[in-house]
């Protein structure tokens, strides 16, 4: 070996590690959960799932309960917007902290309170909520925002921290206040990606937002949950309709906007 010749850099067996890791999780998962596929496929078990299907057909179509489902899909929409909108703000506010900026205690400590933001599930913000602000959509719209928060106050600190710090230095050199600077050089960099994760979140929302209606805070999941729990099994068909196209409205919506930032 010619001695000259620079040495291959040293094998790292970090993610190798990680991975053996990450495989041995998924073994032992399997090994540990008592999931009985066998069962999934019984004759008795295709025969109950088959009855159950045929109990939501046809879908009620009559024009009272249409234009019921109707209004509970706009507020189930409502929820969902206000509350990413809440997210938004409170989430680019937690970030400044939590990207850094003004010294590693307020970021360790901000960071800590959007882990227990996010880590809280939807339905149990809403349960808090519930009961701080009563049934209907204001727990349900509190309990979106306060989760999405904690996500987008990651996500949004995360851009900030790979921002090119060089932009904001020059304005800094120059003259600009911190204030000038952080608008002018690193927002508009970071400011597409926040963009695509606030539209992102939004379409995740409307789900939640059909879910949270099932413990009380209105829209298409309260509808839901009281036919389903009434065995009216038409009228519920309805409701899931119209969850699956206010989903595929808003992620239609979604993509258009991402597309029209990336361009």
Do not use: C
Request: hydrophobic letters at 55%.
């Amino acid at each position: 070996m010619n001695p000259d010749m620079p040495k291959p850099p040293a094998r790292d067996w970090t993610m190798r590690i990680l991975m053996l890791l990450l495989l041995a999780l998924i073994v032992a998962s399997f090994a540990t959960l008592p999931l009985k596929w066998r069962e999934f496929f019984t004759v008795d078990a295709i025969n109950s799932t088959t009855e159950l299907l045929a109990g939501f057909a046809p879908p009620e179509t009559s024009s009272g309960f249409l234009a019921k489902t109707f209004w509970a899909a706009i507020e189930t929409l409502a929820m969902s917007g206000l509350g990413t909108l809440l997210a938004v703000i409170f989430g680019l506010a937690f970030s400044l902290p939590a990207s850094g900026r003004f010294g590693a205690a307020p970021r360790a400590a901000m960071r800590a309170v959007l882990n227990v933001l996010r880590s809280v599930p939807e339905l149990v913000w809403a349960s808090i909520m519930l009961i701080a602000a009563g049934l209907g959509p204001l727990g349900g719209t509190l309990a979106l925002g306060a989760h999405t928060a904690g996500v987008l106050g990651r996500l949004f600190a995360d851009s900030l921290e790979n921002a090119a710090p060089l932009p904001e230095q020059s304005l800094r050199t120059n003259g600009a206040n911190a204030t000038a600077a952080f608008m002018y050089a690193t927002l508009p960099q970071t400011l597409p990606q926040m963009m695509s994760y606030t539209l992102y979140r939004w379409e995740n929302n409307i789900r939640a937002a059909a879910i949270l209606g099932v413990v009380g805070a209105g829209g298409l999941g309260q509808m839901l949950k009281y036919h389903l729990s009434l065995f009216q099994m038409p009228l519920a068909a309805t409701v899931i309709l119209a969850m699956l196209l206010l989903v595929a409205l808003v992620d239609a919506i979604s993509f258009a906007m991402r597309r029209a930032l990336t361009r």
